[in-house]
Every structure is written in structure tokens, then in C-alpha cells.
């Protein structure tokens, strides 16, 4: 797991409020991954963005969420308006190549909690 | 709709003994699997993979089989250790998409 960092690990929000998470890939990753892990489920996949674009964002809400991965900077995963059904751990991952592969990494995640 | 499944949320193995993860999918267009470890309060990390074009690769401890007429591969690990108690993730990606799928986890618990 070193190299990708997501901050912060812990985040708590009261409902209606906005949530960032950042994720900074490994050196030299220009694709990074955003899978969100429910309670006693899987990771599911959210989004993908190569540098300043969205590749794919099938897995993403339609409303309240975005993501975003500027040519400087970390990707940023924004929650506006979070309800208590965001509430999970959200991984986010990079890697040289298109998809997930033996050259991926995951950060440690970040924990969001709605209240 | 889930196209990765892992059917046993949880397995139990005694020290020494095999541990056999399992995993079916239902997309034929799959062709690279893998399987990551994941433990609490951390991201998951890369195990091992295999390519459709083989029904088995082998590192170490932990050996992979793939069977494409079932649908169904497996991960292996030969003497199971304390150390290896973690949720195991399977994953599938298709050449071509963005997206790995990632199965639901199976819990494996190794008992010393």
C-alpha cells in the first residue's frame, strides 16, 4: 500500500454537510480508481479519471457526488449533502495502466461517517 | 447484479492445513482475474492473478485455478498460516474496460 495516500483516513459529518476525500497516487500513476465498501459488502466501483479527465463514472451516484483529478494536486471525491447511507469506507487506488492490474495499489482508505 | 460472487462470507482453517477460497463469475468476457487480501483498516493488496489463457499460476503458498467452462476459480493456500486470517477479495476486469469488479469477500480465519 505505500506510495497512494488518502486523507484523512477518519472523516465524520453531520447530514447536509460536504465531504472531501483526497487520494494522491503513487509516483509516476496517472489513472487512479475510486471504490466505495459498504458494511458487509464488496468494493464497488465509483469512478475512474485519468489526469484533468473522467474516463468513467458508471459507478457514481447521479446526484450529490463528483470526483475530480486536476493536472496539479490530489484526486478529490466530494459529497455534497451527505445522508447516512454514505457513511462506509471509500479506497481509492492508481496505476500505470487502464485497469486494475498486478501494478495497482490501494491507499488505506478513508472512513467517512455520517451523523 | 452481481457478476463476482464469493459465496461464503466466512471460512475457518486450522494451522498447517489447506485454505480454498472460492469465486464464480457470470461475465464470459472476463479475462484477467485476481485476488487481493484485505486487512482491517487497510487497503487491500494484490495476492496473486490469472490470465483466462491459463488454469493455473502458482506463487509460493498460494496457487490460483481457473476454470472458464465453469466459471469458477479459486485461490489455494498450502500450509495456511495465522498470519494469512484476512478478508480475501476476488476481482475480475474485461480487456478493454475501466472497471474491476470486485467480489463480496470471504473472511478467512486461521486457527493456531
Known amino acids: 500500500n505505500a506510495g497512494v495516500m488518502q486523507n484523512p483516513r477518519h472523516l465524520v459529518r453531520r447530514r447536509g454537510q460536504e465531504a472531501r476525500l483526497r487520494c494522491s497516487p503513487m509516483?509516476?500513476?496517472?489513472?487512479v480508481y475510486w471504490y466505495r465498501q459498504l458494511p458487509e459488502e464488496g468494493l464497488k466501483f465509483m469512478v475512474y479519471?485519468?489526469?484533468?479527465?473522467?474516463?468513467?463514472e458508471s459507478g457514481m451516484p447521479k446526484e450529490r457526488f463528483s470526483a475530480e483529478f486536476p493536472k496539479e494536486g490530489p484526486s478529490i471525491l466530494r459529497i455534497q449533502q451527505v445522508v447516512r447511507g454514505d457513511s462506509a469506507a471509500y479506497f481509492c487506488a492508481s496505476s500505470q495502466a487502464t485497469e486494475l492490474n498486478t501494478e495497482a495499489f490501494f491507499g488505506q482508505g478513508t472512513r467517512l461517517t455520517v451523523v | 447484479d452481481q457478476q463476482v460472487k464469493q459465496n461464503s462470507p466466512s471460512l475457518s482453517v486450522q494451522e498447517g492445513r489447506i485454505s480454498i477460497l472460492n469465486c464464480d463469475y457470470t461475465n464470459s468476457m472476463f479475462d484477467y482475474f485476481l485476488w487481493y487480501k484485505k486487512y482491517p483498516a487497510e487497503g487491500p493488496t494484490f495476492l496473486i492473478s490469472i490470465s483466462s489463457i491459463k488454469d493455473k499460476n502458482e506463487d509460493g503458498r498460494f496457487t490460483v485455478f481457473l476454470n472458464k467452462s465453469a466459471k469458477h476459480l479459486s485461490l489455494h493456500i498450502v500450509p495456511s498460516q495465522p498470519g494469512d486470517s484476512a478478508v480475501y477479495f476476488c476481482a475480475a476486469w474485461e480487456t478493454g474496460g475501466f472497471k474491476t469488479i470486485f467480489g463480496a469477500g470471504t473472511r478467512l480465519f486461521v486457527k493456531a
Open positions: 509516483k509516476g500513476h496517472s489513472h
Open positions: 479519471l485519468q489526469k484533468e479527465n473522467i474516463i468513467d
